[in-house]
């Protein structure tokens, strides 16, 4: 089962100590120049850098009291991850708002990630070049640009931080038994969690390392041994993994069945495989983000689960002369099912950022299987085979950095690739809204809802219609809004909004009395909308039922001074 001599506990410091640390200096570098150009980045303001870093005053408090107990008890952007939030509380303590910091940052880790992964597989299977070509490709590989360049993502690298020492951590407890690294390997096991979930299949990878190449599941015995010791750490991550789900779910970013059915999303995650392995083989046309289609043809379904079948029962037949297969072949497949969209998140079919620790198991795949073919045939070209790919692959990364120079740059990349692509044409909207160029986000919301007719697309084309002073247009498109989605409390208040702008004060109170939960606070945006058009009686009515709920509210009584002074004639 195992073809690599099983390291005794005494030889550990004696192969580390040989370690190749020019070569682990070589490939830091390396990942240091693929994604020099990231140096000159700024943020990308309207994708998630607003929340996570611009518009986060907890975040741009720096390090804090405040702070840390706003990373445990709040969410971003429909995460629960308390370590990356604190991670951008660092970043802001030493450098504020000053972007190339803050990119240096993820930079640095990813560059550290390399050369952890170079000493991970190093230590698994002892002095061998195909540890380091493993460590190149994940060093310059375009598709970790998105995860190494966009500020927010910060959780990929931090995430795989803590994932590559723990499982560095459980090479050394697996050799020597030791209760000191077992701890090490729970410590950073929490650590991965809270930094990004899908760290949720560790345990899984654990396991793929005790059959390789530590060798400790030759027997039952053996087995029942690995699982049990590993019982705490899925304690650990089973609790966490609810939790995430449950903050998700809470904040609207699991999308409901009703919108992408289930016969949909396993027939997306059946392609989304197949597509993944394409982008590892051939890594151009990166996007920031690829489009959930609405309809994929039966036939493209079939013909990926029969290829995810063949390889997989292939791997299977060799898992005893070609160990590695099987294992870099269940790593990517294990690593990336939680992001493979059957609890769909967001609107994407797949993403370049989950690829970040996922891919290690293709590169295992790919270069101990290229190895067995260039030491049968050309033994001479494995070292000329590596340069080459490495040399096609560091411009391709250099190129892909610079598209995330800014949001404008990124979105407009992202249409070149595919001209549809709604969630480019709804960001370059909210840049043109920020610009205060209306007429240019009007033509990309009116693209966006075409091909995704989302209730929030609904609601900012209504809102850049009110805008523009088309009233009637916006009551009908926040009505849409409405349509596709009921509970969109942000459409509904601006449909209110629309109707007293449009001279129907009734349809208004109609509207606004839908809103559930309904606040001291929400009586007094709405009373100070009524009282914006003139309906003063009407604003007085809404002022006293947010006095009767809370009497003590904040601008509660200017809010009633106004509307007594307001010279407005009211309309019943």
């Not at 480019?424 to 009007?442: C, F, T």
């Not at 990309?444 to 247009?473: M, W």
């Amino acid at each position: 089962m195992n073809r690599y001599k099983t390291t005794k506990p005494s030889a550990v410091s004696r192969e580390i100590s040989k370690f190749p640390w020019s070569a682990a200096c070589c490939i830091g570098l390396l990942a240091l120049l693929a994604h020099a150009p990231g140096f000159l980045n700024g943020f990308i303001a309207a994708y998630d850098d607003d929340m996570y870093v611009l518009q986060n005053s907890a975040v741009q408090g720096g390090l804090s009291v405040r702070g840390l107990v706003y990373a445990f008890t709040e969410t971003c952007a429909g995460n629960w991850h308390p370590l990356t939030m604190l991670s951008h509380m660092a970043d802001t303590t030493f450098f504020g708002l000053w972007a190339p910091g803050h990119h240096a940052v993820s930079i640095l880790f990813h560059a550290c990630n390399s050369v952890l992964l170079l000493l991970l597989l190093y230590a698994m299977t002892g002095p061998d070049g195909r540890s380091a070509a493993v460590a190149c490709l994940f060093a310059v590989h375009p598709i970790h640009v998105e995860s190494v360049a966009h500020v927010s993502q910060r959780k990929d690298v931090l995430c795989g931080f803590f994932f590559l020492l723990c499982l560095l951590a459980y090479v050394g407890y697996a050799r020597t038994n030791s209760g000191r690294q077992y701890a090490q390997v729970i410590l950073f096991t929490i650590l991965a969690v809270l930094s990004k979930p899908v760290a949720v299949t560790l345990p899984f990878v654990l396991l793929l390392l005790d059959y390789w190449t530590l060798g400790r599941l030759g027997n039952r015995a053996e087995w029942k041994r690995a699982c049990v010791e590993k019982l705490p750490i899925f304690a650990i991550v089973a609790v966490l993994s609810v939790v995430t789900y449950l903050v998700q779910r809470a904040s609207g970013a699991v999308q409901s069945t009703d919108f992408f059915p289930m016969s949909l999303r396993f027939s997306n995650a059946s392609l989304a495989y197949p597509a993944y392995i394409g982008k590892t083989l051939w890594a151009v046309g990166l996007s920031p983000f690829y489009a959930m289609p609405f309809t994929i043809a039966i036939w493209k379904t079939v013909l990926a689960v029969v290829f995810l079948f063949v390889v997989s029962v292939a791997a299977i037949a060799g898992r005893r002369g070609y160990p590695w297969f099987i294992i870099g072949w269940l790593w990517f497949l294990g690593t990336l099912f939680p992001m493979i969209g059957i609890v769909q998140v967001g609107s994407q079919s797949l993403a370049d950022r989950y690829a970040y620790i996922t891919f290690i198991g293709l590169y295992i795949v790919l270069v101990w299987g290229a190895s067995e073919v260039l030491v049968r045939f050309i033994p001479g070209l494995r070292i000329a085979a590596a340069a080459i790919v490495v040399l096609c692959l560091m411009p391709l990364t250099m190129m892909q950095t610079a598209y995330w120079r800014d949001a404008d740059t990124l979105w407009n990349r992202a249409l070149e690739l595919d001209p549809a692509n709604h969630k480019a044409h709804g960001n370059l909207s909210m840049l043109r809204v920020a610009e205060g160029d209306y007429e240019a986000a009007l033509a990309h919301q009116l693209e966006t809802v075409k091909t995704f007719p989302g209730s929030s697309y609904y609601d900012n084309l209504g809102v850049t219609y009110f805008r523009l002073g088309r009233i009637p247009e916006a009551i009908a498109t926040f009505q849409r809004a409405l349509q596709t989605g009921p509970s969109n409390v942000s459409a509904s208040f601006h449909l209110g909004v629309a109707y007293c702008a449009g001279n129907q004060p009734d349809e208004a109170e109609r509207t606004f009395d839908t809103i559930g939960g309904k606040t001291a606070g929400f009586y007094m945006s709405t009373a100070e909308v009524f009282l914006g058009y003139g309906y003063a009686d009407r604003a007085m009515k809404r002022l006293k039922e947010g006095k009767r709920m809370d009497p003590a509210h904040p601008g509660l009584a200017q809010a009633f001074e106004r509307a007594r002074t307001s010279k407005a004639n009211p309309v019943n």
